[in-house]
């Protein structure tokens, strides 16, 4: 027999054995979903970061604190937020909805100086310790073609799509959006806010949801820039409660 045709023999039967394994594997996993919220106030915990330990493969938490992730029985699944303790999970052996509640780290202020949230820091500590999922790269025609020669089965793997390569390209999209969030919430943030507005409880909630800056306008803008646009943005905020009575009445 050609030896061409003994590699893709070899090829054939190494795929076979791979798609083999994996749907064993994906046969026996599990999921697990619910929410992350506060201890005290049962409040939903947006960028909460679960890690399945046992294959460092992870999810994020949404804005409400949903979650939703697959695992086998088990495994340890973690979850982790910056100013609330870690708390472990054991999976088990059949699919559940649960609630996980964090407890909030207390520190206390005796002698000690408060200092606002350094963002660059936390950033940094958030990328060194998810560091292989910032820097994932995802496989493509030249890496199937330079690991095809002298590992046929790993290159295959490339070419099927699966759940661990697609949760790994998820959760690195995640890590960087929330990223951009706490970054917006760091230059956008409510003493700010407040401090040129003078509003305060629901409605700076209100007026902060409705006009939060973009990502990319934030990266470019001064504090000149953004005080501007703070203060552009409370002066169509008025006017639009100020013409909202009158609205109403045409509708009535």
């Not at 970061?49 to 804005?63: F, L, V």
């Not at 409400?64 to 697959?70: A, L, V, Y």
């Not at 990223?179 to 509003?199: A, G, H, Q």
């Amino acid at each position: 027999m050609p030896r061409r045709i003994l590699q893709l023999s070899g090829c054939i039967g190494a795929l076979f054995l791979y798609l083999l394994f994996f749907l064993q594997h994906a046969s026996a996993q599990v999921r697990v979903s619910g929410m992350v919220a506060d201890a005290d106030n049962r409040n939903g915990l947006p960028g909460v970061t679960i890690i399945n330990k046992a294959t460092r493969s992870g999810t994020i938490s949404n804005e409400s604190g949903r979650f939703s992730i697959d695992a086998m029985p088990g495994d340890t699944l973690e979850f982790s937020i910056l100013s609330y303790y870690r708390k472990a999970l054991t999976v088990p052996t059949t699919s559940m909805f649960i609630n996980v509640y964090l407890t909030r780290q207390v520190i206390g202020l005796g002698q000690v100086t408060v200092v606002g949230k350094d963002h660059k820091r936390d950033s940094l500590a958030t990328r060194e310790e998810y560091g292989k999922y910032f820097n994932y790269h995802k496989p493509g025609a030249m890496d199937v073609l330079k690991t095809l020669p002298s590992n046929p089965i790993t290159a295959l793997t490339y070419l099927v799509p699966s759940k661990a390569r697609k949760r790994k390209e998820h959760f690195q999209e995640q890590l960087v959006y929330w990223e951009k969030e706490k970054y917006i919430d760091n230059r956008y943030n409510p003493e700010l806010v407040e401090r040129m507005t003078k509003l305060s409880g629901d409605e700076l909630d209100t007026f902060m949801l409705r006009y939060r800056p973009g990502y990319q306008f934030l990266q470019e803008a001064t504090e000149y820039d953004l005080m501007l646009f703070i203060k552009e943005s409370f002066k169509h905020y008025q006017q639009d409660k100020a013409t909202m009575p009158a609205k109403k009445e045409e509708q009535q």
